[in-house]
């Protein structure tokens, strides 16, 4: 085999690794992000505060912004989506075919009965209870036990990025006016002059460069996250899986969809109190009363 060949192969196993298996590389990535940003804000933007901009109480909010954002991503990463399995199906059974998208049959993989609003997914290998889609960001699908979860998840860091471009725009303004105050020297002339706009914000760049990459990320990111975050918040309000969603824009259909509950708040209400959660708590109750009344042996 070629050396080249061989490397391709390899790229096409990781490519396949990456995309089509359960890893946790994009995990690793975003707790490198998170983590190494705030390592480097605390390398070079805590020493700066506070200034007239920012008090001190920033150095306790930024460390609970990324807190509550890491935090989050545990709890999104480690709750389950929920599986149907055959002794689960009774807890998951809470919607009616549509005949359009859903219908009642057997997965193929699973050899489960695919409920309405359920899918297989492919890079996890399960069927999941009103399936909204695969996230690589947390290694897992996101389904009717853990939707809540992945938007709290997309919250708190649109949060953290709003939060941390807030903080580091406020030490990069506080900088350059102190820095329009300054002389500097003349390259050519090697003259002393007065700063202008051009010349304070090429030199705040070069001084404060990993403070302007972080705001740069902070910036770009929120904005990214904020779109996504509200694109969900809109499915939601319309009781809409990203799946759903999809096939829906792939067939043009415009009419309303069966599993719309006539108002925003009780579309909400599916995501906050899931379906299944009642029948699962009256079965634990059952279980405990049980347990309480038979005699020990």
């Known amino acids: 085999m070629m050396p080249g060949h061989a490397f391709l192969q390899r790229v096409r196993r990781f490519k396949h690794y990456l995309w089509q298996e359960p890893n946790p590389v994009v995990q690793i990535f975003y707790m490198l992000l998170v983590v190494g940003g705030y390592g480097a804000f605390l390398a070079t933007g805590l020493p700066q505060l506070p200034t007239a901009f920012l008090g001190e109480i920033h150095i306790l909010l930024s460390f609970l912004a990324v807190l509550g954002a890491v935090q989050s991503f545990i709890a999104a990463s480690t709750t389950l989506p929920g599986i149907l399995l055959p002794q689960t199906l009774a807890y998951f059974d809470n919607y009616a075919y549509d005949n359009e998208f859903y219908s009642k049959r057997i997965c193929s993989t699973c050899k489960t009965i695919k409920l309405a609003r359920s899918k297989h997914c492919s890079i996890c290998n399960i069927c999941v209870p009103r399936f909204d889609h695969h996230c690589v960001w947390l290694n897992s699908c996101i389904g009717e036990e853990n939707h809540l979860s992945f938007l709290r998840f997309l919250l708190m860091n649109v949060v953290l990025c709003s939060y941390g471009s807030y903080v580091l725009f406020f030490l990069l303004y506080g900088n350059y006016l102190d820095l329009m105050d300054e002389s500097f020297i003349d390259e050519r002339t090697q003259t002393s002059v007065k700063g202008d706009n051009v010349v304070v914000l090429r030199y ?18 929120g904005v990214a996250v904020l779109a996504f975050f509200l694109f969900h918040c809109y499915l939601v309000a319309r009781n809409l899986t990203t799946n759903e969603f999809f096939k ?8 309303p969809h069966p599993y719309h509950l006539g108002s925003v708040k009780q579309n909400f209400l599916e995501v906050v109190r899931p379906r299944f959660a009642p029948k699962l708590k009256e079965f634990l109750r059952r279980r405990a009363r049980l347990e309480v009344t038979q005699p020990r042996r």
């Open 204 to 221: 705040l760049i070069h001084s404060e460069a990993t403070i302007f990459i972080l705001f740069s990320l902070c910036s770009i990111m």
């Open 248 to 255: 829906r824009r792939a067939k043009r259909l415009t009419r």
